[in-house]
């Protein structure tokens, strides 16, 4: 492959689309899960805690870039430049792989590796959430790269190092498996039959079938993770379903101007007169370093080119096809991550062939380019502003728990009450109310057990002469039955904290509400949270993870 990587253009359009506005952003949502995982299981068990299935037993290296960042004195910005890192390499490794794909057009590998770094679909551009799934694409087009070089006439080390990329991959998590598993499709329409490509499929099957045996074997269970994040469709309807994510990443307006909302949007942060100049600057960069680059000389096998382009295009449907029965897949969460990248070598070899031509087919060209570029630079945009809004919000809310309750005896519970609000809020869900509690309350010493009532996530309690009774969405059933008595939360246990929309933060109640008692008469002297609350500041550990805005966003309202 001809040419050099463009990193410069690559780095600053990986700040259009990301960075801007990086430092100012806080966790979101998994991101903090996850990073509370690997410190809890680096505290316990060490290495083996750290390389321990996390949430289903394919997922063995999920921690590791989140312990990697944890370990720094400023985790949450470390995650954020490991994300930016990434979404960089990625642009670096669709360019490799796209120079393999399509060899003698190497203007279109620059372009695969420039649309794949404005390519930004995916609900989760720009957020940490996507951490693993970034790091599980790199992996997984880095595999696909080298089995290739092996598959045209490179040593055994390039296969070697595929396979191993591409095992690196799938135990991260599962968002490559299917496209990897189709990776002998490509190896035959890039090599034919031969030697080389029966080598390179046999050792690829070897290498993967373990994970496929544990993916299986847990994929029809609802008890896991795997088993409980899918949902069963009609053929229909994972037809229609497959349709709609793969027009995402053909209509690249929708990243801008028609994101599913996932709960009440906030209110903007970043005017839309900035996404719309970062856009035209993104345009103008990409079109002159465009501008200096020969046109790509006819296809030599234009049959081999078309079935490789051909194999993106099914592996594109067939990945999607997959990822219609998961949880979230409405909101493009998480599945456009690979898809972006094998659409984005498509077009970019057919804006090249496009370019190489005069009239109309070259206005087309330029067009296809532009429209990538511009939407997805706008669409970065789009996503910064929805996150850092996001976190305005969600700082004050945890900062308030801090406010409220600095330090408190081990066996002291936070009740958590939050009526029905459309907001997203960061202690939405008890597994996030409990993560965040291991950031804000380092100290084991110091921290409170947590628990979440709240109307949307379906949990609830019921209160007798002792306390409170509280259950977990799916202890539903049983709990109304009396078959289980759920969480005891005795009066001289409890810190009731309650939530106030309108202030957009937790409030300390020195007395319960009488709309939690219901019939039942205040507890007598019973309840006295403060007498749980240990006198002295914070955890200064907390506000490694409750940061302002320290950046651009300094400099807006």
């Not at 960042?69 to 954020?80: N, S």
């Not at 850092?388 to 945890?398: D, G, K, S």
């Amino acid at each position: 492959m001809r040419g050099r990587a463009p990193w410069g253009l690559w780095v600053v359009l990986t700040l259009l689309v990301w960075g801007l506005f990086a430092p100012d952003r806080g966790l979101y949502q998994d991101d903090g899960s996850q990073m509370a995982h690997a410190k809890e299981a680096w505290t316990s068990a060490g290495l083996s805690g750290l390389l321990a299935p996390m949430g289903s037993p394919t997922r063995r290296l999920l921690a590791v870039p989140f312990f990697l960042a944890w370990v720094t004195p400023e985790p949450v910005f470390a995650l954020q430049l490991l994300y930016g890192i990434s979404w960089l390499a990625i642009a670096w490794a669709a360019w490799r792989l796209a120079g393999e794909l399509f060899p003698g057009a190497p203007r279109a590998a620059w372009m695969a590796g420039t649309l794949t770094a404005c390519a930004t679909g995916d609900y989760l551009t720009g957020s940490p959430v996507a951490l693993g799934y970034q790091v599980c694409t790199l992996f997984a087009l880095v595999g696909l790269w080298c089995a290739l070089k092996f598959v045209r006439g490179g040593q055994w080390p390039w296969l070697v190092a595929g396979c191993a990329s591409a095992a690196a991959s799938v135990f991260t998590v599962d968002g490559a498996s299917v496209v990897l598993a189709l990776a002998p499709l490509l190896f035959l329409a890039v090599g034919g039959l031969g030697k080389r490509v029966a080598a390179a499929a046999a050792a690829w099957v070897a290498v993967l079938a373990p994970y496929g045996f544990l993916f299986f074997r847990v994929l029809h269970n609802p008890a896991t993770y795997v088993g409980s994040s899918t949902f069963p469709l009609t053929a229909v309807d994972r037809i229609r379903r497959t349709w709609v994510l793969t027009s995402n990443d053909l209509f690249p307006w929708t990243w801008t101007f028609s994101r599913v909302p996932f709960g009440e949007a906030p209110p903007r942060a970043i005017p839309v007169w900035l996404w719309a100049a970062a856009a035209v600057f993104g345009i103008l960069l990409v079109a002159r370093r465009l501008a200096r680059l020969p046109h790509d000389p006819p296809a030599a096998a234009p049959r081999r080119e078309f079935l490789v382009a051909a194999w993106c295009v099914f592996a594109t449907v067939a990945l999607h096809a997959a990822w219609a029965s998961v949880v979230f897949s409405q909101y493009f969460y998480r599945t456009q991550v690979l898809s972006r990248v094998l659409v984005s070598a498509v077009i970019g070899l057919a804006a090249s062939r496009l370019l190489a031509r005069s009239g109309a087919p070259r206005i087309a060209g330029l067009a296809l380019v532009a429209l990538f570029t511009g939407f997805g630079i706008a669409g970065g945009m789009e996503r910064q502003d929805m996150y850092l809004a996001t976190w305005r919000r969600h700082r004050i809310e945890l900062s308030s728990l801090v406010e409220e309750v600095p330090r408190a005896k081990p066996a002291a519970t936070l009740l958590l009450v939050v009526p029905h609000d459309p907001a997203y809020q960061a202690t939405e869900a008890p597994y996030l109310a409990r993560r965040w509690s291991e950031f804000l309350w380092e100290d084991r010493a110091t921290r409170p057990q947590t628990f979440l009532w709240s109307v949307d996530a379906m949990t609830s309690c019921v209160v007798d002469l002792e306390g409170f009774r509280c259950r977990m969405p799916e202890e539903k059933v049983c709990f109304d039955s009396g078959a289980c008595p759920g969480r005891r939360l005795r009066w001289g246990e409890i810190i009731l904290l309650t939530w106030r929309a309108e202030e957009g933060r937790f409030r300390l109640e020195d007395e319960i509400p009488g709309v939690l008692l219901g019939d039942l008469p205040p507890p007598p002297g019973l309840y006295r949270p403060r007498d749980l609350i240990l006198a002295g500041p914070p955890d200064p550990r907390a506000s490694r993870y409750l940061h302002g805005d320290v950046g651009l966003a300094k400099l807006l309202p």
